[in-house]
T-cell receptor, first 109, second 113 residues
Framework: KNEVEQSPQNLTAQEGEFITINCSYSVGISALHWLQQHPGGGIVSLFMLSSGKKKHGRLIATINIQEKHSSLHITASHPRDSAVYICAAHEWGAQKLVFGQGTRLTINP | NAGVTQTPKFRVLKTGQSMTLLCAQD?????MYWYRQDPGMGLRLIHY???????AKGEVPDGYNVSRLKKQNFLLGLESAAPSQTSVYFCASSWGAPGQPQHFGDGTRLSIL
């Protein structure tokens, strides 16, 4: 079993819908990252969380440390949000991130 | 400000050939990483460096070597390429430990025939 599990693996929605992607992890972490990978392949960091909630535009990331769970929400989704979203956990004291397998999001016009 | 630049972007090799992938960052970051990304699997760490002149093994280091002679460059070498090394390779850098945001290059798509 992966230390970081994402769900769903694939998600297709209509433009305007509210999107939720989930990430569960099994280790104690110092930070949880959300990344976005566009069809062209480039990867960008969206959020780094250690507690609570962060918001950037239409994207919101939350984390519940006790439940070892994080969610990425997209409000008023748009076709340009179509991408693979990846969560990654940094375990305390570790020199690496552990990555989930990614969630492929497709937003249809 | 280019960020993290990887060269080449694409390469096809024959089994047994060698090659070096170059990663260059202009953000004065201490930490640099090499990952591979395969279908159905998350990014996996090959090797990493916590500063100039240092390297360390990640979770899938076999068949790869690295060097960090200059702070801004991190080289990944394949001494004798194998089909199992067909993958997309990403370089990343961060100013601090992996808990800090990482900046990624655009990736190198490598095929070993």
């Amino acid at each position: 079993k992966n230390e970081v599990e994402q769900s769903p693996q694939n998600l297709t929605a209509q433009e305007g819908e509210f999107i939720t992607i989930n990430c569960s992890y099994s280790v104690g972490i110092s930070a949880l990252h959300w990344l976005q990978q566009h069809p062209g392949g480039g990867i960008v960091s969206l959020f780094m969380l250690s507690s609570g909630k962060k918001k950037h535009g239409r994207l919101i990331a939350t984390i519940n440390i006790q439940e070892k769970h994080s969610s990425l929400h997209i409000t008023a989704s748009h076709p340009r949000d179509s991408a693979v979203y990846i969560c990654a956990a940094h375990e305390w004291g570790a020199q690496k991130l552990v990555f989930g397998q990614g969630t492929r999001l497709t937003i249809n016009p | 400000n280019a960020g993290v630049t990887q060269t080449p972007k694409f390469r096809v090799l024959k089994t047994g050939q060698s090659m070096t992938l170059l990663c260059a960052q202009d953000m004065n970051h201490e930490y640099m990483y090499w990952y591979r990304q395969d279908p159905g699997m998350g990014l996996r760490l090959i090797h990493y460096s916590v500063g100039e002149g240092t390297t360390a093994k990640g979770e899938v280091p076999d068949g790869y070597n690295v060097s960090r002679l200059k702070k801004q460059n991190f080289l990944l070498g394949l001494e004798s390429a194998a089909p199992s090394q067909t993958s997309v390779y990403f370089c990343a850098s961060s100013w601090g430990a992996p808990g800090q945001p990482q900046h990624f290059g655009d990736g190198t798509r490598l095929s070993i025939l």
